[in-house]
Protein backbone atom coordinates (compact mmCIF):
# COMPACT_ATOMS: atom_id res chain seq x y z
CA UNK A 1 0.00 0.00 0.00
CA UNK A 2 2.55 2.77 0.51
CA UNK A 3 4.55 1.58 -2.63
CA UNK A 4 1.26 2.59 -4.43
CA UNK A 5 0.75 6.04 -2.44
CA UNK A 6 4.59 6.87 -3.42
CA UNK A 7 3.55 5.98 -6.88
CA UNK A 8 1.02 8.17 -7.20
CA UNK A 9 2.52 10.97 -5.98
CA UNK A 10 5.30 10.73 -8.71
CA UNK A 11 2.31 10.76 -10.70
CA UNK A 12 1.25 13.79 -10.34
CA UNK A 13 4.36 15.49 -9.71
CA UNK A 14 5.52 14.47 -12.78
CA UNK A 15 1.75 16.06 -14.27
CA UNK A 16 2.88 18.91 -12.70
CA UNK A 17 5.66 19.41 -13.64
CA UNK A 18 4.89 18.59 -17.51
CA UNK A 19 2.40 20.88 -17.00
CA UNK A 20 4.48 23.50 -15.74
CA UNK A 21 6.81 23.06 -18.55
CA UNK A 22 4.32 23.24 -20.90
CA UNK A 23 3.20 26.75 -19.58
CA UNK A 24 6.70 28.07 -19.48
CA UNK A 25 7.11 26.92 -23.04
CA UNK A 26 3.81 28.49 -24.65
CA UNK A 27 4.87 31.59 -22.69
CA UNK A 28 8.39 31.76 -24.41
CA UNK A 29 7.45 30.66 -27.28
CA UNK A 30 4.53 33.80 -27.32
CA UNK A 31 7.65 35.99 -26.06
CA UNK A 32 9.36 34.69 -28.85
CA UNK A 33 6.59 35.36 -31.70
CA UNK A 34 5.78 38.88 -29.84
CA UNK A 35 9.76 39.82 -29.91
CA UNK A 36 9.57 38.62 -33.46
CA UNK A 37 6.72 41.00 -34.95
CA UNK A 38 8.15 43.84 -32.82
CA UNK A 39 11.48 43.30 -34.27
CA UNK A 40 9.62 43.25 -38.00
CA UNK A 41 7.24 45.97 -36.95
CA UNK A 42 10.52 48.04 -35.92
CA UNK A 43 12.61 46.83 -39.21
CA UNK A 44 9.92 48.14 -42.03
CA UNK A 45 9.58 51.55 -40.04
CA UNK A 46 13.37 51.82 -40.37
CA UNK A 47 12.91 51.05 -43.60
CA UNK A 48 10.10 53.33 -44.40
CA UNK A 49 12.16 56.45 -42.94
CA UNK A 50 15.01 55.82 -44.51
CA UNK A 51 12.95 55.69 -47.91
CA UNK A 52 11.08 58.80 -46.90
CA UNK A 53 14.49 60.03 -46.14
CA UNK A 54 16.09 59.08 -49.41
CA UNK A 55 13.03 60.49 -51.64
CA UNK A 56 13.21 64.10 -49.33
CA UNK A 57 17.17 64.51 -50.29
CA UNK A 58 16.51 63.52 -53.69
CA UNK A 59 13.71 66.04 -53.71
CA UNK A 60 15.77 68.75 -52.02
CA UNK A 61 18.60 68.46 -54.51
CA UNK A 62 16.58 68.17 -57.98
CA UNK A 63 15.25 71.86 -56.47
CA UNK A 64 18.46 72.81 -55.69
CA UNK A 65 19.64 72.12 -59.28
CA UNK A 66 16.70 73.16 -61.09
CA UNK A 67 17.28 76.65 -62.38
CA UNK A 68 15.43 80.07 -61.60
CA UNK A 69 12.40 80.86 -64.55
CA UNK A 70 14.31 83.57 -66.38
CA UNK A 71 12.03 86.82 -67.48
CA UNK A 72 11.88 85.57 -71.10
CA UNK A 73 10.17 82.61 -69.34
CA UNK A 74 8.07 84.66 -67.16
CA UNK A 75 6.95 86.60 -70.39
CA UNK A 76 6.05 83.22 -72.38
CA UNK A 77 3.48 81.70 -69.80
CA UNK A 78 1.51 84.90 -70.30
CA UNK A 79 -1.65 84.51 -72.53
CA UNK A 80 -1.28 85.71 -75.91
CA UNK A 81 -3.37 89.40 -76.41
CA UNK A 82 -3.81 90.38 -80.30
CA UNK A 83 -7.01 91.96 -82.09
CA UNK A 84 -7.64 91.83 -85.64
CA UNK A 85 -9.75 94.81 -86.83
CA UNK A 86 -10.84 93.34 -90.17
CA UNK A 87 -13.78 92.09 -89.24
CA UNK A 88 -14.89 95.07 -86.98
CA UNK A 89 -14.12 97.14 -89.68
CA UNK A 90 -16.21 94.91 -92.26
CA UNK A 91 -19.32 95.04 -90.20
CA UNK A 92 -18.81 98.91 -89.66
CA UNK A 93 -19.33 99.18 -93.27
CA UNK A 94 -21.99 97.21 -93.79
CA UNK A 95 -24.02 99.12 -91.13
CA UNK A 96 -26.84 100.98 -92.48
CA UNK A 97 -28.10 102.87 -89.58
CA UNK A 98 -26.89 104.49 -86.15
CA UNK A 99 -28.06 101.74 -83.83
CA UNK A 100 -26.01 99.21 -85.78
CA UNK A 101 -22.83 101.44 -85.06
CA UNK A 102 -23.60 102.27 -81.36
CA UNK A 103 -23.77 98.55 -81.13
CA UNK A 104 -20.51 97.79 -82.19
CA UNK A 105 -18.65 100.59 -80.39
CA UNK A 106 -20.16 99.27 -77.41
CA UNK A 107 -19.06 95.63 -78.26
CA UNK A 108 -15.20 96.74 -78.76
CA UNK A 109 -15.26 98.90 -75.95
CA UNK A 110 -16.30 95.24 -73.72
CA UNK A 111 -13.31 93.70 -75.66
CA UNK A 112 -11.09 96.54 -75.04
CA UNK A 113 -12.09 96.02 -70.64
CA UNK A 114 -11.24 92.50 -71.06
CA UNK A 115 -7.90 92.69 -72.85
CA UNK A 116 -6.65 95.34 -70.28
CA UNK A 117 -7.17 92.67 -67.55
CA UNK A 118 -5.99 89.99 -68.81
CA UNK A 119 -2.88 89.60 -67.62
CA UNK A 120 -0.94 89.53 -70.62
CA UNK A 121 2.34 91.05 -71.72
CA UNK A 122 1.83 94.49 -71.23
CA UNK A 123 3.06 95.54 -75.08
CA UNK A 124 0.92 93.45 -76.86
CA UNK A 125 -2.05 94.72 -74.67
CA UNK A 126 -1.04 98.19 -75.52
CA UNK A 127 -1.08 97.22 -79.30
CA UNK A 128 -4.05 95.59 -78.92
CA UNK A 129 -5.81 98.28 -77.23
CA UNK A 130 -4.64 101.25 -79.53
CA UNK A 131 -6.17 99.15 -82.81
CA UNK A 132 -9.30 98.88 -81.12
CA UNK A 133 -9.56 102.58 -80.21
CA UNK A 134 -8.91 103.67 -83.69
CA UNK A 135 -11.90 101.47 -85.00
CA UNK A 136 -14.01 102.93 -82.29
CA UNK A 137 -13.27 106.25 -83.70
CA UNK A 138 -13.76 105.57 -87.33
CA UNK A 139 -17.12 104.02 -86.13
CA UNK A 140 -18.01 107.49 -83.97
CA UNK A 141 -17.01 109.21 -87.21
CA UNK A 142 -19.85 107.22 -89.60
CA UNK A 143 -22.11 107.22 -86.80
CA UNK A 144 -21.74 111.53 -87.04
CA UNK A 145 -22.02 111.13 -90.94
CA UNK A 146 -25.26 109.12 -90.48
CA UNK A 147 -26.95 111.30 -88.40
CA UNK A 148 -25.93 114.25 -91.03
CA UNK A 149 -27.27 111.98 -94.04
CA UNK A 150 -30.34 111.60 -91.59
CA UNK A 151 -30.81 114.94 -91.52
CA UNK A 152 -30.28 115.68 -95.12
CA UNK A 153 -32.88 113.01 -96.29
CA UNK A 154 -35.63 114.71 -93.78
CA UNK A 155 -35.08 118.12 -95.26
CA UNK A 156 -35.48 117.11 -99.03
CA UNK A 157 -38.34 115.31 -97.79
CA UNK A 158 -40.05 118.12 -96.17
CA UNK A 159 -39.27 120.58 -99.10
CA UNK A 160 -40.50 118.18 -101.52
CA UNK A 161 -43.50 118.00 -99.77
CA UNK A 162 -43.75 121.96 -99.53
CA UNK A 163 -42.66 122.56 -103.45
CA UNK A 164 -45.84 119.87 -104.13
CA UNK A 165 -48.11 122.00 -101.79
CA UNK A 166 -46.91 125.43 -103.00
CA UNK A 167 -47.27 124.16 -106.54
CA UNK A 168 -50.65 122.95 -106.50
CA UNK A 169 -51.48 126.11 -104.72
CA UNK A 170 -49.75 128.19 -107.62
CA UNK A 171 -52.07 126.16 -110.03
CA UNK A 172 -55.05 126.68 -108.25
CA UNK A 173 -54.50 130.66 -108.65
CA UNK A 174 -53.61 130.62 -112.14
CA UNK A 175 -56.99 128.30 -113.33
CA UNK A 176 -58.72 131.48 -111.23
CA UNK A 177 -56.87 134.27 -112.92
CA UNK A 178 -57.24 132.51 -116.53
CA UNK A 179 -60.90 131.86 -115.70
CA UNK A 180 -61.01 135.63 -114.90
CA UNK A 181 -59.67 136.76 -117.61
CA UNK A 182 -61.28 134.47 -120.38
CA UNK A 183 -64.71 135.70 -118.62
CA UNK A 184 -63.22 139.60 -119.74
CA UNK A 185 -62.53 138.46 -122.59
CA UNK A 186 -66.21 136.89 -123.33
CA UNK A 187 -67.64 140.36 -121.86
CA UNK A 188 -65.24 142.22 -124.42
CA UNK A 189 -66.75 140.29 -127.16
CA UNK A 190 -70.64 140.86 -126.43
CA UNK A 191 -69.77 144.33 -125.43
CA UNK A 192 -68.49 144.79 -129.04
CA UNK A 193 -71.16 143.43 -131.12
CA UNK A 194 -73.32 145.93 -129.54
CA UNK A 195 -70.45 148.49 -130.43
CA UNK A 196 -71.23 147.36 -133.96
CA UNK A 197 -75.09 147.11 -134.83
CA UNK A 198 -75.59 150.46 -132.37
CA UNK A 199 -72.50 152.92 -132.58
CA UNK A 200 -72.72 153.63 -129.15
CA UNK A 201 -69.88 153.66 -126.55
CA UNK A 202 -68.55 150.66 -124.96
CA UNK A 203 -70.51 151.04 -122.30
CA UNK A 204 -73.54 149.80 -123.60
CA UNK A 205 -75.21 146.52 -122.08
CA UNK A 206 -75.80 143.26 -122.93
CA UNK A 207 -80.05 143.77 -122.79
CA UNK A 208 -79.50 146.36 -125.05
CA UNK A 209 -78.53 144.38 -127.88
CA UNK A 210 -81.97 142.86 -128.59
CA UNK A 211 -82.63 139.42 -130.03
CA UNK A 212 -80.42 139.60 -133.57
CA UNK A 213 -77.29 139.48 -131.16
CA UNK A 214 -78.49 135.87 -129.54
CA UNK A 215 -78.70 134.59 -133.17
CA UNK A 216 -75.23 135.72 -133.95
CA UNK A 217 -73.24 134.34 -131.01
CA UNK A 218 -73.16 131.51 -129.08
CA UNK A 219 -74.09 130.69 -125.54
CA UNK A 220 -71.34 132.23 -122.47
CA UNK A 221 -72.01 128.44 -120.94
CA UNK A 222 -71.24 126.69 -124.43
CA UNK A 223 -67.77 128.66 -124.29
CA UNK A 224 -64.74 126.35 -123.01
CA UNK A 225 -62.63 128.17 -120.23
CA UNK A 226 -60.91 125.58 -119.07
CA UNK A 227 -57.12 125.33 -118.00
Do not use: H
Not at 6 to 17: G, M, V
Not at 50 to 65: C, G, I, M, T
Not at 84 to 108: G, H, N, W, Y
Amino acid sequence: MAISSIQKQNTIYRKQEYTKENVISKEQTKQTIQSTEQSEEENIKENVTERKDVFLSQQQKEKENKPFPTQSQNKQKKPSVDYKSTEDLIKLMQAKSTSEVRSIIARIKGEMAKTKSSGGEEEQIKKAVAKMKKVIKKAQSKEKALIAENKMELQMKMKQKNEAEEAEQIGAELQTKKRKRMSKEINDVLNSSNDIDTGSSEDASFMDIGGDLSMSMPEIGSIDISI
